[in-house]
Nanobody
Framework: QVQLVESGGGLVQAGGSLTLSCAAS????????MGWFRQAPGKEREFVAA????????LYADSVKGRFTIFGDTAKNTVYLKMNSLKSEDTAVYYC????????????????WGQGTQVTVSS
C-alpha cells in the first residue's frame, strides 16, 4: 500500500501562483511514476503532469505546459506541482496519484490516490 497526502491548495487570483505538495509513504518503491490530475465540477478527471522517480523525466498536459512544473524530492518521498500564471479554468480539485509506469496519462492506470486538494482561481 502507498499512502498519499496532498497539501497546498487554496484561493488565488488569476495570474498568481501556488505550489501543491504530495507526500508519499508506505511501499513507495512499487510506484515508479507520480502524477497530478484534476477534476472540475461536472467534468472528467484529467491528466495534468507526471514524473518518473528514476531519472526525473516529466510529462505535461498541453493546457499547463509552460505554466506548471512537476518536481520531486526523493529523500522526502514528496512530489510538488508548482503552478504559475493560474487561470480561472485551472480551478479544480487536484489529486496526486502513484503509477507503475503504465498508461501514465490515464487516470484509471493509477493504483493509489490522495484525498485531493481544492484550487480555486478567481478572475
Amino acid at each position: 500500500q502507498v499512502q498519499l497526502v496532498e497539501s497546498g491548495g487554496g484561493l488565488v487570483q488569476a495570474g498568481g501562483s501556488l505550489t501543491l505538495s504530495c507526500a508519499a509513504s508506505g511501499r513507495t518503491f512499487s510506484s515508479s511514476v507520480m502524477g497530478w490530475f484534476r477534476q472540475a465540477p461536472g467534468k472528467e478527471r484529467e491528466f495534468v503532469a507526471a514524473i518518473r522517480w528514476s531519472g526525473g523525466s516529466t510529462l505535461y498536459a498541453d493546457s499547463v505546459k509552460g505554466r506548471f512544473t512537476i518536481f520531486g524530492d526523493t529523500a522526502k518521498n514528496t512530489v510538488y506541482l508548482k503552478m504559475n500564471s493560474l487561470k480561472s479554468e485551472d480551478t479544480a480539485v487536484y489529486y496526486c496519484a502513484a503509477n507503475r509506469d503504465v498508461g501514465i496519462i490515464r487516470w484509471k492506470s493509477y493504483d493509489y490516490w490522495g484525498q485531493g486538494t481544492q484550487v480555486t482561481v478567481s478572475s
